[in-house]
């Protein structure tokens, strides 16, 4: 049976996934008390948990005797699971310590990081306009570095983790979910040791268990799995290159958030900062599009 892609349905879907994650400090912030490897700990352990519920409910057929067949993917899994470990924990440390519009700026460079990844270790060849892009990125970062006198450390770290988290997931073709599955249960006795060599902390204290804590924690799971089924949905029906526009939101509500909300500073000087960003992915979507309207143009030909 065929599948034919629903536009509409993969817009929404993207535009909810992309928003949730945008929206993460909302719930983060409700655990503000918590140190952030406490979090990452207990987001590991409700995730691996409700991801095997999820699993049960929407099956994802031979995924397992594929892994079984593969056993080096197992490998891969688990260094791409320390890096969105590490990738949690900056993000949530950024979080509780009001960095947010650094965890923002980290989020619009991404992409072009994912880009000269592609160039380094999967010799794909730039173009001229992803060059501009990449160079104009560089500028912002660097005007950054001079005006503040310090490395945007969270910005980098929160771009390099993710595009080598993805770099990482290519050299190991597990579906969205099988794949989050298995890099959480590898995860999971790393997350259950730091909790018995810490038994000070706040979840190993019997007032914990029942208590609204709790159960802020045990949303992890939920709340890091269904914005990433949205998106394994969406991805189904729209373009990649659909999809990579909308990726843009994720950022863009986390910094709204971050200066309306929650009142992080936004210094005039960092309109410059983050202009030569936006210019950067301006110039990254333009140059996207146009290969993309080339590439239907010579199809419709043919």
């Known amino acids: 049976m065929s599948f034919t892609p629903n ?130 990125a560089a500028v912002g970062v660097g005007l950054q570095v001079w005006s503040l006198g310090k490395v945007p450390w969270i910005s980098l770290a929160l771009a390099f983790s993710f595009g080598f988290y993805g770099l990482i997931r290519k050299q190991a073709p597990v579906a969205a979910l099988p794949g989050l599955t298995v890099e959480t249960w590898m995860l999971a006795p790393v997350a259950v040791a730091w909790l018995w060599l810490n038994p000070q902390a706040s979840s190993m204290q019997s007032e914990f268990f029942g208590s609204a804590q709790m159960f802020w924690l045990a949303a992890a799971g939920p709340v890091t799995l269904l914005p990433l089924l949205c998106f394994n949905e969406a991805a189904k029906n729209l373009p990649y290159a659909s999809l990579a526009f909308l990726q843009y939101i994720t950022p863009t509500v986390l910094l709204l958030l971050a200066v309306l909300v929650f009142n992080e500073p936004f210094a005039s000087r960092s309109f410059v900062f983050f202009g030569f960003i936006w210019a950067a992915l301006a110039v990254y979507s333009w140059d996207a599009w146009r290969l993309i309207k080339r590439s239907r143009q010579l199809l419709s030909e043919k």
């Open 7 to 136: 536009p509409r349905r993969g817009y929404l879907l993207g535009l909810l996934a992309y928003s949730v994650w945008g929206m993460f400090p909302l719930y983060f912030k409700t655990l503000d008390g918590i140190p952030a490897e406490e979090v990452i700990v207990h987001r590991v352990i409700w995730s691996a948990l409700f991801s095997v519920g999820l699993l049960l409910i929407w099956r994802h057929r031979g995924w397992w005797q594929e892994l079984y067949n593969h056993p080096k993917r197992f490998f891969v899994l688990g260094a791409s699971g320390a890096l969105i470990a590490c990738n949690w924990l900056i993000y949530v440390w950024a979080v509780h310590h009001d960095r947010m519009v650094e965890a923002s700026l980290g989020y619009y460079i991404n992409p072009l990081v994912n880009v000269l990844l592609a160039m380094l270790f999967l010799r794909e060849r730039l173009r001229r306009l992803q060059w501009l892009a990449i160079v104009l």
